[in-house]
T-cell receptor, first 113, second 113 residues
Framework: AQSVAQPEDQVNVAEGNPLTVKCTYSVSGNPYLFWYVQYPNRGLQFLLKYITGDNLVKGSYGFEAEFNKSQTSFHLKKPSALVSDSALYFCAVRDNAGNMLTFGGGTRLMVKP | KAGVTQTPRYLIKTRGQQVTLSCSPISGHRSVSWYQQTPGQGLQFLFEYFSETQRNKGNFPGRFSGRQFSNSRSEMNVSTLELGDSALYLC????????????FGQGTRLTVV
């Protein structure tokens, strides 16, 4: 069975500083990895995905994520955080059989001015 | 292109009643998935439909059911509502393929009193 772990319930960072939101996964075969963001009372918005190729994936709003196969990780990063980045972030994985997306528990990102 | 539309946005029901939630996917998307989001349990997968067939099912009791119509619109039904069914129910649509991202609606907030 596939699974995703987001070890931090909350990440606090000062505006202008780099941020990292951690994600590790477990899946059979090659993983398909996704990051989503959720603002209050809204659905999830797609940020970026890894399918194959370059381990550094760039996405929306200046976010990027680094795929590390040996560590089974897919951490979300941004060089300079904005207060408006404060939201709930979800990592998700799907196996190459195309089964359903499995989400991590979510990490709340708080960016302080 | 219109996004995923979920109706209604908010719903208040009494214990023991039943409820039907609706989801209209993005035009051309044939896969529709449903998720339950609660503060304690995070995002839990309910089921996925593709071309009117249930392709995957999560670990929920039989009170939770769904269906998909020939135009890809989907409904989910919860019978004999319990207080613990209070949650944000999210629908997501996608094209076929393990590497395709899912697009989420804004959700239906169900409150059971």
């Amino acid at each position: 069975a596939q699974s995703v772990a987001q070890p931090e319930d909350q990440v606090n960072v000062a505006e202008g500083n780099p941020l990292t939101v951690k994600c590790t996964y477990s899946v059979s075969g090659n993983p398909y990895l996704f990051w989503y963001v959720q603002y209050p009372n809204r659905g999830l918005q797609f940020l970026l995905k890894y399918i194959t190729g370059d381990n550094l994936v760039k996405g929306s709003y200046g976010f990027e994520a680094e795929f590390n196969k040996s560590q089974t990780s897919f951490h979300l990063k941004k060089p300079s955080a904005l207060v408006s980045d404060s939201a709930l972030y979800f990592c998700a994985v799907r196996d190459n059989a195309g089964n359903m997306l499995t989400f991590g528990g979510g990490t709340r990102l708080m960016v302080k001015p | 292109k219109a996004g995923v539309t979920q109706t209604p946005r908010y719903l208040i029901k009494t214990r023991g009643q039943q409820v039907t939630l609706s989801c209209s996917p993005i035009s051309g998307h044939r896969s529709v998935s449903w998720y339950q989001q609660t503060p304690g349990q995070g995002l839990q997968f309910l089921f996925e439909y593709f071309s009117e067939t249930q392709r995957n099912k999560g670990n929920f009791p039989g009170r939770f059911s769904g269906r998909q119509f020939s135009n890809s619109r989907s409904e989910m039904n919860v019978s004999t509502l319990e207080l613990g069914d209070s949650a944000l129910y999210l629908c997501a649509s996608s094209t076929q393929g393990a590497g395709t991202e899912a697009f989420f609606g804004q959700g239906t907030r169900l409150t059971v009193v």
